[in-house]
């Protein structure tokens, strides 16, 4: 008899070991800030490479850990996706230069941008498109002319500085000068797709940074056209659908630009981009 309430003992103790971890599991996948439902925001990062060169990568600035080799980069344009006609706008990705307390993690011989310095973007023609805002055919996997005609205008607060498509440039995107004091940096161009068509743009830019005499490597934005409901984590069904639709259509299109416009590492290092290698996004899905 002794020996069967031991056992049974056991088996109760067992059990309820059991019910704690699964507990503090549910926990810890519910918990505001947890880890695993942690969303990682990365930003466009502007550093020197330490032979006075001007380059960019990517960050997440929720953890301050940036991707060197990362030059196919998200950005999001916000509407309603049940209207009539919904109109697309966003501010992301941003630009972001770390301050003086933070320079090391860029590693080796990087560092920061200096205090007061001027910064800029110029929205060029993509060389191997040869548009300067282009469209992902999703049939066809690769990016083309959008639908419709499609233009980007793009501005900075109060300041408009031009319309983005076919082959038209804008060119001198004043976003604000680093701290005079760290050489800290973090603002957003402001995008208004208006009444596109829905889907995902690509955009091919460069930055500038006064005190540099030239610009930076380029790289690639992949702008989505996602439903507004995501912010407020208030989405229908079918609005759940639409959004899940863009982001499949922003991990293909990252994918391809990686594959087929950002040059070959060795390529890179002789127009003198410092490139650490191919980069790959690290995307919400873990595409």
């Given amino acids: 008899m002794k020996s069967l309430n031991l056992k049974s003992h056991a088996r109760m103790r067992f059990s309820a070991g059991v019910g704690l971890l699964f507990l ?9 800030g947890a880890a695993l439902a942690e969303e990682e925001h990365f930003d466009v990062l502007l550093y020197e490479d330490g032979a006075g060169n001007l380059q ?9 850990t940036p991707d ?23 501010a992301a990705p941003g630009f972001y230069s770390l301050s003086d307390a933070n320079a090391g993690v860029l590693g080796g011989l990087n560092q920061n941008l200096p205090g007061g310095a001027v910064i800029s973007l110029d929205f060029l023609v993509e060389p191997t498109l040869n548009i300067s805002l282009a469209y992902w055919d999703d049939g066809l996997g690769q990016f083309g002319a959008t639908p419709n005609g499609e233009t980007l205008t793009i501005s900075e607060g109060a300041t408009f500085f031009g319309s983005l498509g076919g082959t038209t440039e804008v060119t001198g995107v004043t976003l604000g000068s680093t701290s005079a004091g760290t050489g800290f940096f973090d603002n957003h ?8 068509d829905a889907g995902v743009y690509l955009a091919y830019v ?41 982001e499949a259509q922003i991990g293909a299109g990252i994918n391809y630009v990686n594959a087929t416009l950002v040059p070959e590492p060795g390529t890179a290092l002789l127009f003198g981009l410092g490139l650490m290698g191919l980069g790959r996004m690290n995307r919400k899905q873990g595409i």
């Fill in 24 to 32: 503090i599991a549910v926990a810890c996948l519910t918990a505001p």
């Fill in 206 to 246: 460069k930055a500038n940074v006064a005190g540099f005499s030239n610009p930076s490597n380029p790289f690639w934005l992949i702008f989505g056209t996602l439903d507004g409901c995501e912010e407020t984590a208030s989405c229908s069904a079918s609005q759940d659908a639409f959004n899940a639709g863009i």
């Fill in 56 to 64: 960019t990568g990517a960050i997440d600035v929720g953890t301050i």
């Fill in 68 to 90: 060197l080799g990362n030059f196919a980069i998200e950005g999001e344009f916000f509407g309603d996706s049940t209207a009539a006609t919904p109109n697309y706008q966003g």
């Fill in 189 to 196: 161009a402001d995008y208004d797709l208006g009444t596109g």
